[in-house]
């Protein structure tokens, strides 16, 4: 176990002394991505809030590090911690360089003048979250999914070692939400960064999250490996929804948890939007493997036994890998090679 | 670098029609005075006594409307950066009216006893009724939400406020309202050197004191969570801001009268002037933008309808008012965009 960065033990928090989320104990180390879900109103803001110091805990206490947040400095705690919030930011003739910049803040002197180094660290980060081409503009005149990356931008500008994220993907299209958590996923790795944020998109919380914590009315419900927490059936009983809601609405289809864990060197899934991709092949003789396992492509490292046919296919014997469409986008982030190389051959799921 | 020379001209052009200004209101006046003598009457030079005492005349009143107006758009500002909105000001929050009363009843309560009120008496009176608006105007703020409700409250209360002063004034001694009255409308003219000793001190440190508030106000343009998250101490930047705006503003009160829209329309003529609403700027364009507005106002005011003379509040609202109108019709389009 490696340390923990932050860490909440016991905590309470909500507002005007009335408790929204009640005995909660999470930790996060650095490098860590940690996703709490939800349904609407369960109390994921206010935690957020809670560990990020912006409400003070009614009970238990938030540690950044070994020490308890609340007596850290404020100044000293910026320089640990950024947040990007949900709301929204009104500034008056500031442009995107100046509210990046802001960020600088725990860092400058009396008078919050950037020195050439702050500049330089402004800059970086813009050019990091692909910004540059914005820089002059009044932060007023953009969309809102630029205001989000702006903010997001002048949230690590404050390079914390924390950052603690709430909604980051609304306002954002499909392409920053992907571009979002690469690069959070990123700068876990690189730089160890602890993030916390939380989601409303359970494909991109499988997708980014070393853990997820989910919040159930102010409580945690459970916590752990995306993977092992996010089945369907869990998931419907998360947002209390119709058993069943979530795998109709994924189009992943009932196939048996168990099932699909197991070796299938042969695999059809037939409730897949694309099947049956092989026009003149004969159904029965599909395998769905061959197109859409993103192991395949890993070679020798998969996990699995498997074995080459004679035409030079591979052929799983016992496959470490739940042969379920909607974990691909999983894997894929796992391995970066591997998403690398779907993107190259894009082409491969069809003919 | 463009924006650097913009904000090297802006000041430059503020300093010069600032110097400008003081000069011509050492000059110009319903008794036309030779510059030299003026300049030796300055000097302390011998001049004939009524020339010598004119100028004497013209300096305190020049002074005051620099340093009052100065005050008032820097307090404008704080209001503004504290609530969060460019509508706000001493003026339509009803602060400087509530300044007018505390400082009326004093005036009237006192003179009735045959005390005249000294200076830092006045300005006691003053702060402390813009205090009890600012307390009254910060309960409403924690129910309305809403800045243009807030800023009718204020209005609403201004005239309260008002109301009850021209009652006190209406039941004053004859022999005192001749003075209450010019006071009550808004003017320099009536500053004394005592006033004057009193008031440079409160401004100048109650500028520096803002001047130095601009890191925090900076953050805390980008709204309360992300000014916390950058180490802002909220509370303690709060309660300066609510402190320091009504020290100005209750110092302007004090001495010259309520003086309208100078606190709103100074500080947005300056935000388009230097194209950037950043405190470490605004600040200082705004105590000289404020300055030069007043010393500008005030000026016509004496000399338009000479010897006559009008509440310098008259001209300053005929000018600071179509400001804020056009500015808020200009926001309004921002908004919809």
């Known amino acids: 176990m490696t340390e923990t960065i932050l860490r909440a033990a016991d905590l309470i928090a909500g507002y005007d002394g009335k408790a929204v989320v009640h005995d909660v104990s999470f930790a996060v180390r650095p490098g860590e991505i940690v996703t709490l879900l939800g349904p609407n109103g369960a109390g994921k803001s206010t935690l957020l809030k809670a560990v990020a110091r912006q409400l003070s805990p009614l009970a238990g206490t938030v540690f950044l590090g070994e020490r308890d947040a609340e007596k850290i400095d404020p100044t000293e705690y910026a320089k640990k911690l950024s947040i990007l919030t949900t709301d929204r930011v009104r500034v008056d003739r500031l442009t995107v360089r100046d509210v990046v910049g802001m960020g600088r803040y725990p860092y400058t002197g009396a008078l919050g003048i950037l020195s050439a180094q702050d500049r330089t660290v402004t800059e970086e980060t813009m050019e990091r979250i692909g910004i540059m081409p914005l820089a002059e503009r009044d932060f007023m005149t953009l969309s809102d999914g630029q205001r989000q990356r702006v903010m997001l931008a002048r949230a690590l500008c404050q390079q914390p070692e924390v950052l603690v994220l709430d909604e980051p993907t609304s306002y954002l299209d499909v392409r920053y939400q992907l571009e979002l958590l690469t690069l959070l996923r990123e700068l876990s790795r690189e730089q160890r960064l602890a993030v916390v944020l939380s989601l409303h998109e359970l494909e991109l919380a499988r997708r980014i999250s070393d853990t997820v914590v989910c919040v159930r009315d102010g409580k945690i419900d459970r916590a752990g490996n995306p993977m092992e927490i996010l089945v369907d059936q869990y998931v419907d009983e998360l947002y209390q929804m119709e058993p069943g809601s979530c795998a109709k609405f994924y189009g992943i289809g009932n196939i048996p948890q168990n099932e699909a864990m197991n070796s299938q060197s042969f695999f059809q899934n037939r409730s897949c939007p694309k099947f049956p991709c092989h026009s003149g092949v004969a159904e029965e003789a599909f395998n769905c493997l061959f197109c859409y396992c993103p192991l395949y492509a890993l070679g020798e490292r998969c996990g699995g036994n498997y074995h080459y046919t004679e035409k030079g296919y591979k052929s799983c014997i016992d496959c470490a890998f739940p042969h379920l469409r909607g974990h691909y986008g999983a894997v894929l982030a796992r391995y970066p090679e591997l998403a690398a190389l779907a993107k190259k051959g894009e082409g491969a799921d069809g003919v | ?337």
């Not at chain 2, 003053?126 to 243009?148: E, K, N, W, Y």
Request: net charge positive.
């Open chain 2, 1 to 337: 670098m463009e924006r650097k020379t913009r904000y090297a001209f802006a000041f430059v052009l503020l300093i010069f029609l600032l110097l400008a200004l003081l000069a011509a209101g050492f000059a110009i006046g319903s008794v036309s005075i030779e510059p030299g003598t003026v300049l030796a009457a300055l000097r302390g030079r011998e001049t004939d006594d009524v020339a010598a005492r004119i100028v004497d005349l013209r300096a305190r009143r020049v002074l005051a409307s620099a340093l009052l107006g100065g005050a008032l758009a820097v307090s404008g500002f704080l209001l503004q950066t504290f609530f969060a909105n460019p509508i706000a000001g001493p003026f339509v929050l009803g602060v400087s009216s509530g300044a007018k009363l505390t400082v009326a009843l004093a005036m009237v309560s006192f003179l009735s006893r045959g005390v005249l009120l000294n200076s830092a008496e006045l300005y006691g009176a003053a702060f402390l009724g813009s205090m009890l608006v600012m307390l009254l105007i910060l309960i409403l703020s924690a129910r309305v939400r809403q800045m243009s409700l807030l800023v009718v409250c204020g209005v609403m209360i201004g005239y309260i406020c008002s109301a009850i002063t021209d009652l006190v004034v209406t039941f004053a001694d004859d022999s005192n309202i001749v003075n209450l009255r010019a006071w009550s409308l808004g003017s320099f003219s009536g500053v004394s050197w005592a006033n004057v000793r009193i008031m440079a001190p409160i401004v100048c440190a109650g500028l520096i004191w803002s001047f130095l508030l601009s890191k925090p106000m900076s953050a805390y343009q980008l709204g309360e969570a992300y000014a916390r998250n950058m180490g802002v101490r909220l509370r303690s930047l709060r309660l300066q801001l609510i402190l320091l705006s009504s020290v100005l503003s209750a110092c302007v009160v004090a001495f010259a009268g309520p003086i309208s829209f100078v606190g709103i329309a100074v500080p947005h003529l300056m935000r388009s002037l230097l194209r950037a609403s950043k405190p470490i700027l605004m600040v200082p364009a705004c105590f000289l933008g404020g300055a030069v507005f007043c010393l500008g106002c005030d000026l016509i005011a004496r000399t338009i309808f000479a010897p006559t003379e009008l509440a310098v509040s008259s001209v300053t609202a005929v000018f600071g008012a179509p400001v804020v109108i056009w500015m808020l019709v200009s926001r309004r389009k921002g908004v919809d965009a």
